[in-house]
């Protein structure tokens, strides 16, 4: 006999077997950690202007730009299929450089606001607040001799916000990064009567790759320069931590970090330090990414993207913003179907 081999008698049996209690489905339910369900989804969708719109975006498979008569359809779905949120971004019919269509009560997230709400009372309505899909240089801010002036930007920021709370949002999300805004977003709610309009803060959010298809859809890549002297460095994990910190101390009900699967480690942190809800963004890049193996048959697209929801949850989000979110719905109800 070799050296190497080992004779069965003079191997002593492990005491403690983890397998035992992943013999077989009913165990491993019985014993998971973390619980995927469809009330921590909150599903984007991007609303154009017009009517009969439907068109398709190529690099996010699957998704759509509608117009609001066709997103007032797919909320209801949404809520049929028991997601408890949407989360709007708009498209302008018109851009200039202060954005000027994002506060407009005639827009298409404004109207869309006060249409879902009325075919769907019970869906939550949250708006992206930002002016890049409005500008014509496509930042999220105004540009004063080519820099984003802050103190400006935030007075358009409120003004956005207060448009969609007139329209009946049930949450603002401001995602321009601006220094100050969730402070003075509440301040302008509170005072035009808004009190329970909330604010979920893109509180961490980084100058990422994965950005890509977004700015497809709603046609809001920058002009010229880029964003990373507003967002995040992605390198920065005790910065977000302060960038979370300071807009909990400005009054937001939940924080945000984006992109999510690219920040495991930052959602876990954030969780560890605030007692608010804590949001992650499954971003357009890591959709499309899984979309894309998926087609190529290099990954099972269901398994990788309930995996994926499930690695972001494990962290500590309590909320996820997901394209996945309608598939994932069905998916897991399937799975307690064959429970």
């Known amino acids: 006999m070799a050296a190497h081999e080992s004779r069965p008698e003079d191997w002593v049996p492990p ?81 200039d450089a202060h954005g000027s269509e994002a506060s407009s009560s005639d827009g298409a997230v404004q109207r869309a606001v006060t249409a879902i709400k009325a075919a769907a009372p019970e869906l939550a309505v949250i708006t992206d607040v930002c002016l890049c899909a409005y ?91 880029d964003r990373r002297t507003y967002q995040m460095d992605p390198a920065n994990a005790r910065e977000a931590l302060r960038e979370v910190d300071l807009d909990v101390a400005e009054g937001a009900d939940i924080v945000m970090v984006k992109p999510a699967l690219v920040n495991l480690d930052i959602v876990a942190r954030v969780r560890d330090r605030v007692t608010v809800p804590v949001a992650a963004y499954f971003v357009s890049g890591e959709y499309a990414a899984i979309k894309a193996a998926a087609a190529q048959g290099w990954l099972d697209e269901r398994a990788a993207a309930l995996e994926a929801l499930t690695a972001i949850v494990r962290a500590g989000a309590q909320i996820v913003v997901t394209y996945f979110a309608p598939d994932a719905a069905q998916w897991l109800r399937g799975e307690e179907m064959r429970d």
């Not at 339910?29 to 991007?46: A, G, H, K, N």
């Not at 540009?143 to 802050?150: A, F, K, P, S």
């Not at 790759?209 to 046609?219: I, K, Q, T, V, W």
Request: charged share 25%.
């Open 135 to 225: 500008t014509d240089h496509g930042h999220c801010g105004i540009v004063v001799e080519e820099q984003i002036d802050n103190d400006r930007s935030v007075a358009r920021i409120v003004d956005t916000a207060l448009s969609h709370a007139e329209a009946g949002a049930d949450l603002v999300a401001p995602s321009d990064m601006m220094d100050g805004r969730v402070a003075a977003i509440r301040t302008a709610l509170d005072a035009a009567g808004h009190a329970d309009v909330g604010i979920l803060a893109y509180a961490a959010k980084a100058a990422s790759a994965f950005y890509g298809p977004f700015r497809e859809a709603a046609d809001s890549a920058p002009s010229f320069g």
């Open 15 to 95: 005491v403690v077997r983890p397998r035992r209690l992943r013999a077989t489905a009913s165990l491993r339910r019985m014993v998971r950690e973390t619980r995927l369900s469809v009330d921590q989804f909150v599903y984007p969708i991007f609303v154009a202007p017009g009517s009969g719109v439907v068109e398709p975006i190529d690099a996010m498979p699957g998704q759509f730009i509608r117009s609001v008569d066709g997103v007032v359809d797919e909320a209801q779905r949404v809520a049929d299929l028991g997601i408890p949120a949407v989360l709007l971004f708009g498209r302008a019919s018109t851009k």
